[in-house]
């Protein structure tokens, strides 16, 4: 399985970004998708999981009601929509996928089993 991630770029403080993932897994439906971020010397922190139909999503405490994690199962494609950014949402966003789901939500990195490459988004103030 491939993931690739797109989307990113620089932005202002308060302005908008969607990133995208494109997986090639011919089963992308059954796997629980989830999106992470690094930030300059920080470690990988999630940001967010959407379940296979979409009908449940998570989020980390500092993008809830920030951002919106959705899928679209007949592109085989993630999203990530970020509203109202932070210059502290400056990172590389990692797009990720669980093959054999356990319990649900689904924020342990080393839970996932398949990453994407990474995009960059940095948030000027």
């Known amino acids: 399985v491939q993931l690739q991630a797109s989307g990113g770029g620089l932005v202002q403080a308060g302005d908008s970004l969607r990133v995208s993932c494109a997986s090639s897994?011919?089963?992308?439906?059954?796997?629980?998708m989830g999106w992470f971020r690094q930030a300059p010397g920080r470690e990988r922190e999630f940001v967010a999981s959407?379940?296979?139909?979409?009908?449940?999503?998570y989020y980390a405490d500092s993008v809830k009601g920030r951002f919106t994690i959705s899928r679209d199962n007949a592109k085989h494609i993630a999203y990530l929509e970020m509203d109202s950014l932070k210059p502290e949402d400056t990172a590389v966003y990692y797009c990720?996928?669980?093959?054999?789901?356990?319990?649900?939500?689904?924020?342990?990195?080393?839970?996932?089993?398949?990453w994407g490459q990474g995009t960059l988004v940095t948030v000027s103030s």
């Open positions: 990720a996928a669980e093959v054999d789901a356990g319990t649900w939500p689904t924020i342990a990195a080393h839970d996932y089993d398949y």
């Open positions: 897994a011919v089963n992308f439906m059954r796997h629980i």
């Open positions: 959407i379940t296979w139909t979409g009908g449940n999503t």
